[in-house]
């Protein structure tokens, strides 16, 4: 697929199963558009570079901060400013939207086994 | 409302009823996020400088470009590269979401009666 093609936001989603793991499907710019799937509970991060969008598809998302959480459903929008920690969690499985920098990993400054391969569903 | 907050779509959207006139709600780093109604034919224009997302909720949008038409149903999104002539159109209305860097132009180099105040629906 080319950059000048659309993309279904559910064709793409059908494409994978696997949770916790961002798949590029769109550029802007220097940025990426990722769809993700969400179930359980993430580790808690912080991108120390830049904040970070998401956008719920289906189902809920709860992402918990330091002092509050900030629960999204469907049509939900939620920039996690840079700096802040956060660890996403869903009860049941959710489809997300994230859009951040070209390059940014999904598990910031924590790592470990979550560090998720840089995937691409574009060329 | 504060850069920590969340946003709902349908909340935003229904702040507003005129077509062409993209709103600011929502911010990543030095981008915005923008919600725009749109209904019958913009004019062909070009941002030069950057790339411009299209991301559908609602109705069906076609982007004619010189060479073809993408047309975007709810949940499908659409990368216009940097210096691509472009003219959004729907016959019925349609909301979309808008993602690109902050200071954009919507009527890009093309100017004239539907270039749009800077307008933003939050702090």
Redesign the interface.
Known sequence: MS????????EKLSLFSEHWSPKV?????D?E?KLVKILGEFVWHTHEE????F?V?DGTLTIQLRDRD???GP?????V??GVEHCPKADEEVSA?L???RGVINTGDAGGALTAPYESLIN
């Open positions: 950059h000048a093609d659309k993309v279904n936001f559910r499907i769109g550029r802007l710019n940025y558009m830049t904040d970070e969008v956008i598809l900030v629960v999204l049509y939900e929008m939620f920039t400013p840079r939207l859009i951040e920098p």
